[in-house]
């Protein structure tokens, strides 16, 4: 499935608790009311990956109601606001960070009381169950403080980023990684624990690690050092993440650099900007060795890649 996004302030008033149902419905088959007078107003992205589901929500005040659906999902809600859940006939009070699994095996309702953000991701009980030392273990209030439940938000919202659908290949490599991880954080069986550990754990850390490389590709101080120490890993363990890919921490950085750079070339906000500079947004200070190595990868110069922007751009003018 590709990237669903939609925002209710593109729909007509009248037609948005409708669109909000039958969208988030599919998700986790759950209904939603809006109390108060304050307008709807929600933003969405949703992305099923294999057998999941992955959806992160900023909405307005809202109530969810969801039937009893005892053998089916494991809802499993990262919290941005503050809320209240009647999870066992007792309200269960959630604030900003909380990691909570929602009851299905009677009717529930969420109220969320604030506009705020939430992540959820729904999980078949069945990919869960078999693989945690207890099924109870599902219905205790988690913490990001948690390193595997912060590595699961962390991997499930860089899947919510703006690519194109995914292989069925990554769909089922993807998946796999989310219930590593969310087994992790319930509490892994003993023979389940080391598999997620060297699958779910080893990519989750390579795409915080990547997400974080990109965004701080002008930072003089981006090194494997400042790395292991902002993620709170050795540069060993670093180096291997990079290493099983085929590739080194060296290489990577250089590539994302590159692909920064051409980006920016092709695009027509940036064209009153000279090459170096836009070398130098890239992080790189040496420009005679970024021009040697920007034509290795690409086969042409930064200059042939900007003259390409103009042409690609006026084959498409009337």
């Given at each position: 499935m590709?990237?669903?996004t939609?925002?209710?302030r593109?729909?007509?008033?009248?037609?948005?608790k409708?669109?909000?149902?039958n969208t988030?419905?599919?998700?986790v088959r759950?209904?939603?009311?809006?109390p108060?007078e304050?307008p709807v107003?929600?933003?969405?992205?949703m992305?099923?990956?294999?057998?999941?589901?992955v959806?992160?929500?900023t909405t307005?005040?809202?109530?969810l109601v969801?039937?009893?659906?005892?053998?089916?999902?494991v809802?499993?809600?990262?919290?941005?606001?503050?809320?209240v859940h009647?999870?066992?006939?007792?309200?269960?009070?959630?604030?900003?960070?909380d990691?909570?699994?929602m009851?299905?095996?009677?009717k529930t309702?969420?109220?969320?009381?604030?506009?705020?953000p939430?992540l959820?991701?729904?999980i078949?009980?069945i990919?869960?169950a078999?693989?945690?030392?207890?099924?109870d273990?599902?219905?205790?209030?988690?913490s990001l403080a948690d390193?595997?439940?912060?590595?699961l938000?962390t991997?499930?919202?860089?899947l919510?980023?703006?690519a194109?659908d995914f292989?069925?290949k990554s769909h089922?490599?993807f998946?796999?990684?989310?219930?590593d991880?969310?087994?992790?954080?319930f509490?892994?069986?003993?023979?389940s624990?080391?598999?997620?550990r060297?699958?779910g754990?080893?990519a989750a850390?390579r795409?915080?690690?990547?997400?974080?490389?990109?965004a701080?590709?002008?930072d003089?101080?981006?090194?494997?050092?400042?790395?292991?120490?902002?993620?709170?890993v050795?540069i060993a363990?670093l180096?291997?993440l990079?290493?099983?890919?085929?590739?080194?921490f060296t290489?990577?950085?250089m590539?994302a650099?590159l692909?920064?750079?051409?980006?920016l070339?092709?695009?027509?906000?940036?064209g009153?900007?000279n090459i170096?500079?836009?070398?130098l947004?890239a992080?790189?200070?040496d420009?005679?060795?970024?021009n040697?190595?920007?034509?290795?990868?690409f086969g042409?110069t930064?200059?042939d890649?900007r003259?390409?922007?103009?042409e690609?751009?006026r084959?498409l003018?009337?």
């Amino acid at each position: 499935m590709s990237l669903l996004t939609f925002a209710t302030r593109d729909a007509p008033p009248e037609l948005r608790k409708e669109l909000v149902d039958n969208t988030y419905n599919a998700h986790v088959r759950t209904t939603i009311d809006f109390p108060g007078e304050e307008p709807v107003d929600i933003e969405m992205r949703m992305r099923a990956v294999g057998e999941v589901h992955v959806a992160f929500v900023t909405t307005t005040p809202v109530t969810l109601v969801t039937p009893s659906d005892e053998e089916d999902l494991v809802y499993l809600s990262i919290a941005g606001g503050h809320g209240v859940h009647d999870s066992t006939g007792e309200d269960l009070y959630f604030s900003p960070g909380d990691v909570n699994v929602m009851r299905r095996d009677r009717k529930t309702v969420t109220a969320i009381a604030e506009r705020s953000p939430c992540l959820s991701i729904a999980i078949p009980r069945i990919l869960i169950a078999d693989r945690i030392t207890s099924i109870d273990n599902l219905w205790a209030t988690r913490s990001l403080a948690d390193p595997a439940a912060n590595l699961l938000k962390t991997y499930a919202m860089s899947l919510l980023g703006p690519a194109g659908d995914f292989s069925k290949k990554s769909h089922a490599v993807f998946s796999n990684h989310l219930v590593d991880l969310a087994t992790l954080m319930f509490g892994a069986n003993d023979d389940s624990v080391e598999h997620a550990r060297k699958n779910g754990v080893k990519a989750a850390r390579r795409q915080a690690v990547k997400a974080d490389i990109k965004a701080h590709l002008r930072d003089p101080e981006l090194s494997l050092g400042w790395l292991a120490r902002r993620h709170g890993v050795s540069i060993a363990y670093l180096r291997a993440l990079f290493y099983d890919e085929g590739t080194s921490f060296t290489d990577y950085v250089m590539a994302a650099r590159l692909d920064y750079v051409h980006a920016l070339l092709r695009d027509p906000q940036h064209g009153h900007l000279n090459i170096a500079g836009l070398a130098l947004m890239a992080g790189f200070g040496d420009i005679s060795w970024f021009n040697q190595v920007f034509r290795r990868r690409f086969g042409n110069t930064p200059s042939d890649a900007r003259k390409g922007m103009g042409e690609d751009t006026r084959s498409l003018e009337p």
